[in-house]
């Protein structure tokens, strides 16, 4: 998987055996977006890319942590 923080959303991008996807949530927590190649809502994921899905959502809540002091 690619990350990419940005001023206003941060991506999370990857494959699954369904095709690529990519999450999307917005600097503000105001949006949570999940886009997938078929239309669905749901992406297969391993234990190990759910922690990465984690790791990226601690890193991205971190860096608003040090905004708002």
Request: aromatic share 12%; hydrophobic share 35%.
């Amino acid at each position: 998987m690619k990350s990419k923080i940005t001023k206003y959303y941060a991506d999370l991008k990857g494959r699954d055996s369904y095709g690529k996807f990519l999450i999307r949530i917005q600097t503000d927590f105001s949006q949570f977006i999940l886009e997938t190649s078929n239309g669905d809502a749901y992406i297969d994921i391993d234990k190990s890319e759910l922690k990465e899905i984690r790791d990226f959502i601690t890193e991205l809540l971190g860096d608003t942590d040090q905004a708002d002091a």
